[in-house]
C-alpha cells in the first residue's frame, strides 16, 4: 500500500516563495498521474496542478497558472510543488494525491500540510 508524506507549509507573506513535497513510500511507485489539491476554510477540495508520470505532462488550474511550478524526481518518489507570488487567497491546506489504479481517479491521498499567506 502507498502512503504519501506532504512536507514544506508554513506561514509566509504575499509575494514570497514556498515548496511543498510529497514522498511515497513503497518499493515500486508508478502512479498515473500525481497531483497537489488544496482545500480553503468553508471550501471544497480543488485542485491545483498535476503531472503525467510516464512523459512529465502537467497541468495548473487558472489560479495559479504561472505562479506554481509541478515537477517530479522518480528516483525519490517524489513530487514537488513550487508556489511563488503566493496570494492571501493561496492559503488552503495543500494535499498530495497519486492515481495509481487508473488515470481516472486519485485513491491515494496524503495527510495534508497547511499554507498560510499574509497580507
Known amino acids: 500500500q502507498v502512503q504519501l508524506v506532504e512536507s514544506g507549509g508554513g506561514l509566509v507573506q504575499a509575494g514570497n516563495s514556498l515548496r511543498l513535497s510529497c514522498t511515497a513510500s513503497?518499493?515500486?511507485?508508478?502512479?498515473?498521474?500525481m497531483g497537489w489539491f488544496r482545500q480553503a476554510p468553508g471550501k471544497q477540495r480543488a485542485f491545483v496542478a498535476h503531472?503525467?508520470?510516464?512523459?512529465?505532462?502537467?497541468a495548473y488550474a487558472d489560479s495559479v497558472k504561472g505562479r506554481f511550478t509541478i515537477s517530479r524526481d522518480n528516483a525519490k518518489n517524489t513530487v514537488s510543488l513550487q508556489m511563488d507570488s503566493l496570494k492571501p487567497e493561496d492559503t488552503a491546506v495543500y494535499y498530495c494525491?497519486?492515481?495509481?489504479?487508473?488515470?481516472?481517479?486519485?485513491?491515494?491521498w496524503g495527510q495534508g500540510t497547511q499554507v498560510t499567506v499574509s497580507s
Open positions: 494525491a497519486a492515481a495509481l489504479a487508473s488515470r481516472l481517479q486519485y485513491d491515494a
Open positions: 513503497g518499493r515500486t511507485f508508478s502512479p498515473y498521474y
Open positions: 503531472i503525467r508520470w510516464s512523459d512529465d505532462t502537467t
